[in-house]
């Protein structure tokens, strides 16, 4: 085991990957940081630092720093998925997803479906998502719910340093397209790490990260820690929580989430994205539909209002679910009898 | 063509508003009150002023992540914009767009933005809009050497010539895209006005730190676009950005000396003071006391951010049309 960030567990993995398979190569815009300046290559390194160190061990052919092009970017991965490589494409933030879209969800998403099943199309797309840093509207966006609704996508949101190894090894390996979503609040985040260079983590395998028999509480990324807090609380009162940190919303790992709510007959699921059609809506459905019988209150899914995301820090705050607001759905849930 | 008294002193305001502002914000973002992310415009102030010297309120600009300067030269409240980047419910967008997402479209000034690129498609239906009106009015999409990479800029350059938009593509060469230099990332030989030239366009190049380089220019480039017909125009001025790409920004992509060195022979307000006062046309004595008036209304603008109403929650609910 070893001590690392979140965003150098990033790093260091895909460092590992290019040294395993020579087909795995990286582009995105500042990927390298420097080309054509002064300062030159590596100069200074991408906006995150999560390819610090990349272009110096493995060069610029599988390295590459890409104009600000995010279609081309994406169409540029499906090519090279195409012709027998391996790429991790990079989307500086979450939210230009809006400028490629058509590259991931009508090209890299389909090919293996409407090509009769005949070819592989491994891609991975890396992208920093998530509010927190007052970032306003265009660049703080859990886009989570477009994607996971997406066939052909697989998509992960690691929460912690263990996680982002496990599975963005198992991305890079994956032979399909995954969106893998990195929430930017915590990147600076630190964590146990194994060290086994075949260390994987398969999708669609929930963690349970807190152990209760009372509520279940189903979360991924940034707010899942802020349902680990109302867990570590409730404690007090002789209120247990199971806190599921779902790691994957496609696959869905439907067998834990169930397993938990035949149990405590209680459902809440905290959302990054806006309430409508959202992965919260989603899994209250699928409870309904397969654990109707277990059921003790009303699945609650908690989110933020249907707007875009605000910029002030009043406002963002106020956007946010919080540990108030799940503390408070707990509360809602258990007072059905 | 000779500008009056009146006009030299108004441009070297309005450059000298956009500067403060900028080395106040620079100062102020230091304490960390101020949130989210900012993008200064300091060194820049010719392109923004030459340009919107030109415009009435019925011109249309369309604007950049960068956009402080832009949004000042348009004539956007200087209050209400610090109020804005300080987050407060006062500001121009009731603090819901902060410094990246200005905005005051009875200005004529159709939003800073936070997605590169996407403004140049937006000022092609303005300029489509302004054709249609028939008034000689003009939309203006301003694009840095990074966003002249995205695809839509390339389909609204086609666009706005196909369908004669009266459209001005202004192109801001600072040679910087974030952290990457524009001749790695702009494969037309260091240049970006003959991509427009190729789609059709007819093309000027200035000198972003020279005023009276930008005005001129843009004068020509106006006469051209107003004419009804005529379509788009697209133009490159070669600038310079004095501060990282956003606050925080090491900047180590820099060369040793750069910025002392842009700092002291291209800033646009130096050449501007050092061109009216060689020729005899204001006194130094002018200048200074504009410098001191602008410092005052900018520490006036500060002091009414901080001490204006702060938002609350209910107000993330306003402004959306369906709630649920
Ligand atoms: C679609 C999109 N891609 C990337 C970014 C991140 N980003 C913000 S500004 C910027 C560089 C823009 O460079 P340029 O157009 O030259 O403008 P400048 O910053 O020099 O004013 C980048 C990459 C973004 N905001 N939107
Ligand atoms: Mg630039």
């Not at chain 1, 590992?16 to 100069?43: F, K, Y």
């Not at chain 1, 405590?264 to 989603?282: H, K, M, N, Q, Y």
């Not at chain 1, 605000?310 to 809602?332: G, H, T």
């Amino acid at each position: 085991m070893a001590k690392m960030m979140y965003r150098d567990a990033v790093v260091s993995t895909i460092a590992e990957e290019m040294e395993r398979d020579e087909n795995v190569v990286c582009l995105g815009e500042d990927i390298v940081g420097g080309m054509g300046t002064p300062g030159g290559p590596e100069a200074i390194g991408g906006i995150w630092s999560t390819s610090t160190g990349l272009f110096g061990k493995f060069g610029a052919d599988r390295v590459i720093d890409t104009p600000i092009s995010e279609s081309a970017i994406m169409g540029a991965a499906a090519g090279l998925a195409l012709s027998g490589k391996r790429p991790i494409a990079e989307l500086m933030f979450a939210d230009f997803i809006g400028v490629s879209l058509d590259q991931i969800w009508n090209q890299l998403a389909k090919f293996r479906y409407m090509f009769g099943g005949k070819t592989k199309c491994p891609a991975v797309i890396r992208m920093a998502y998530g509010a927190g840093y007052n970032a306003a509207a265009q660049h703080s966006q859990a886009v989570h719910q477009i994607l996971t609704g997406m066939p052909g996508l697989k998509v992960v949101m690691p929460t912690t340093p263990a996680d982002v190894k496990g599975l963005l090894r198992t991305a890079i390996r994956d032979d399909d397209p995954v969106i893998f979503l990195e929430h930017k609040a915590l990147y600076g985040v630190t964590g146990e790490v194994p060290d086994d260079k075949d260390f994987m983590i398969p999708f669609g395998h929930a963690r349970l990260s807190r152990a209760g028999q009372d509520v279940t509480i189903v979360s991924t990324g940034l707010l899942l820690g802020f349902c680990e807090a109302v867990a570590d609380k409730l404690v007090a009162e002789g209120i247990g929580c199971d806190v599921i940190d779902l790691r994957t919303t496609s696959p869905l790992d439907e067998e834990a989430i169930l397993d938990s709510v035949e149990v405590t007959g209680r459902l809440i699921v905290v959302d990054e994205a806006p309430p409508r059609c959202s992965l919260g809506a989603d899994i209250c459905a699928m409870v309904a539909e397969k654990a109707f019988a277990s059921l003790k209150a009303p699945p609650l899914s908690v989110n933020p209002p249907h707007t875009p995301v605000p910029f002030a820090r009043e406002l963002e705050s106020a956007y946010l679910p919080s540990v108030d607001k799940i503390e408070a759905a707990v509360r809602k849930v258990l007072s059905y009898r | 063509m000779q500008l009056s008294r009146d006009a030299l002193l108004r441009a070297y305001r309005q450059m000298k508003v956009i500067r403060e502002f900028e080395e106040r914000l620079h100062v102020d973002i230091q304490t960390g009150e101020i949130a989210g992310f900012t993008h200064l415009y300091c060194g820049q102030e010719a392109v923004a002023v030459g340009v919107c010297e030109h415009l009435s309120v019925e011109d249309k600009i369309v604007s950049t992540h960068r956009g402080h300067g832009h949004c000042l030269a348009k004539g956007c409240d200087v209050n209400g914009m610090m109020k804005e980047i300080w987050g407060s419910r006062e500001g121009l967008c009731k603090g819901k767009g902060g410094s990246m997402h200005i905005a005051d479209v009875d200005k004529g000034m159709l939003g800073a933005n936070g997605i590169v690129g996407a403004g140049s498609p937006i000022a092609v239906g303005a300029g489509i809009a302004c054709k249609i009106d028939g008034k000689g009015h003009v939309a203006i999409t301003f694009s840095g050497d990074g966003a002249c990479n995205q695809g839509t800029t390339f389909e609204a350059m086609n666009m706005a010539v196909v369908t004669k938009a009266a459209t001005i593509f202004v192109f801001e060469n600072n040679h910087y895209s974030e952290h990457t230099g524009f001749e790695y990332a702009v494969g037309t030989q260091k240049d970006i006005a003959s991509r427009a030239e190729a789609f059709g366009m007819k093309v000027w190049r200035g000198d972003g730190t020279d005023f009276f380089s930008v005005f001129e220019t843009m004068r020509e480039v106006l006469e051209y676009v107003r004419v009804p017909g005529n379509g788009p125009a697209a133009v490159e001025f070669d600038t310079e950005r004095f501060f990282g790409h956003f606050e925080g920004d090491p900047q180590r992509y820099r060369g040793p000396g750069e910025l002392d060195r842009i700092r002291e022979f291209r800033d646009c307000l130096k050449n501007f003071r050092k061109s009216v006062t060689d020729a005899g046309l204001l006194e130094h004595a002018d200048l200074d006391a504009l410098d001191a008036e602008v410092l005052e209304a900018i520490e006036e603008s500060v002091r009414q951010a901080k001490a204006a109403d702060r938002p609350t929650a209910e107000d993330v609910l306003t402004d959306v049309y369906i709630s649920y």
